[in-house]
């Protein structure tokens, strides 16, 4: 066997001071080594600034949760990119929209950590999160210096009078609340126990799952949303503006109601007639349809002409103004023509009219088949033959001629020889 190596006791000092040494730096950059070798998946995060996160320290959220740790930031042309590192499983929660805020552990700010919201619909988030969906913590020293100098010191008198208040009448009035709040905490109890709904173990979570859904959606349309809300505020304007009008309407409602509950009574007995006189209105009704098909294209040829009919009629109401009095003066004279004038007219008058004329005595054999008024028409056409007019002035037509009853003083006239002679007298 080998002698064994001996180490001094210097080298066993400068052993262990390197051992120190690395032990000390491995510690010194624990939080980067355990960021570095941390599984999971890399998110990046853009924000306006990084407002105190600090690389490998600062912790990411979600729902309350530590789901990662911010691995790096980087700012460039005002915006600062963080990249963060959150665990297996997390990008598939976190939706296909979500956004990114940073919040104070505490009140009074301190150490600060990102929150990761979940938005959008369900799936995978691929890319970055933009800076329009992250926003960054207002600071408590920053909310009290929007106040005036007056707020604020009247924030400190309220606080001091509040101190007075509860040292004197103020404890025990808070001891009475006390003593009677377990009868109302019954109540809430109660409350709540409602709210769990009819199914305590699903209708909750179903009214919780519903709810994100809600908000899910909401937040996936943001732009959309705010164009409602603009929309809704001019709606509630409206409805300020005519709010008397509104408040008389529903004055005039109850009257109203108990109009439209008569009406519907009085319709129900006119839907019973209806639906009695339906079935037998059917084929009348198909027949209709069938004639409307023809009558498409005979309203298609008619339009032209009922539309030059609206200037005729416009045209004609004048004419129809001034026949009114008239018609009501004619109806007076028909009356009074109607009895025995009228009988007159359509007996002997009509039965003459309308009679062939034949000559009696020594015309007999004269005339016509004709009736009277044609002889008579003609004879009154005649008349206006023989009296015209032209532009030489007025004139009367005269035509002599010469007949085979010219001839006057025979026994008998050449007209009666010649029709005997025709059918065979002797």
Do not use: C
């Amino acid at each position: 066997m080998g002698e064994h190596h001996r180490f001094s006791a210097l080298q066993l000092g400068r052993i262990f001071v390197v051992l120190a040494a690395v032990a000390g730096a491995l510690l010194f950059q624990k939080a980067q080594l355990t960021a570095m070798l941390r599984p999971g998946d890399t998110v990046s995060i853009q924000f306006s600034e990084a407002h105190r996160l600090r690389t490998s320290v600062s912790d990411v959220k979600m729902a309350g949760v530590d789901i990662g740790v911010v691995r790096s930031v980087e700012d460039e042309k005002g915006v600062t990119t963080v990249e963060v590192k959150v665990d297996e499983g997390v990008r598939e929660a976190m939706g296909t929209a979500p956004s990114a805020r940073v919040r104070p552990t505490t009140l009074l700010g301190g150490n600060y950590y990102v929150e990761i919201i979940p938005g959008g619909r369900s799936g995978t988030f691929a890319g970055t999160i933009p800076v329009e969906r992250t926003e960054l913590p207002v600071e408590l020293d920053g909310v009290a210096s929007a106040f005036p100098a007056d707020a604020r010191k009247g924030v400190r008198t309220g606080t001091k009078a509040l101190d007075e208040t509860l040292a004197k009448d103020g404890t025990r009035a808070l001891r009475e609340l006390l003593d009677s709040a377990p009868s109302t905490l019954r109540s809430t109890d109660d409350v709540l126990r409602a709210l769990q709904g009819t199914r305590p173990d699903r209708d909750l979570a179903t009214l919780v799952e519903g709810g994100e859904n809600a908000s899910t959606v909401l937040s996936s349309e943001n732009a959309h949303l705010g164009e409602t809300i603009d929309s809704l505020a001019t709606t509630a304007k409206v409805l300020d503006a005519r709010r008397h009008d509104i408040a008389e309407a529903s004055r005039t409602l109850p009257s109203g109601l108990d109009e439209t509950s008569t009406l519907l009574d009085s319709l129900d007995g006119v839907l019973t007639s209806l639906e009695d006189t339906a079935d037998p209105a059917r084929p009348s009704v198909r027949e209709l349809s069938r004639l409307l098909d023809h009558a498409d294209p005979v309203l298609a040829r008619a339009r032209p002409v009922v539309k030059d009919l609206r200037g005729v009629l416009r045209d004609a109401r004048p004419l129809i103004t001034t026949l009114i009095p008239i018609s009501r003066d004619l109806d007076a004279t028909v009356d009074n023509v109607r009895g025995p004038v009228l009988d007159r007219v359509n007996g002997p008058v009509i039965d003459q009219l309308m009679s062939p004329w034949h000559g009696t005595g020594e015309y007999a054999g004269g005339g016509a088949d004709r009736p009277l008024y044609k002889e008579t028409g003609y004879m009154f056409s005649n008349l206006a033959q023989a009296n015209m007019m032209d532009e030489n002035g007025s004139m009367i037509s005269f035509l002599p001629g010469i007949g085979p009853g010219s001839l006057a003083g025979l026994p008998i006239s050449l007209e009666q020889l010649f029709g005997a002679v025709a059918n065979g007298d002797r």
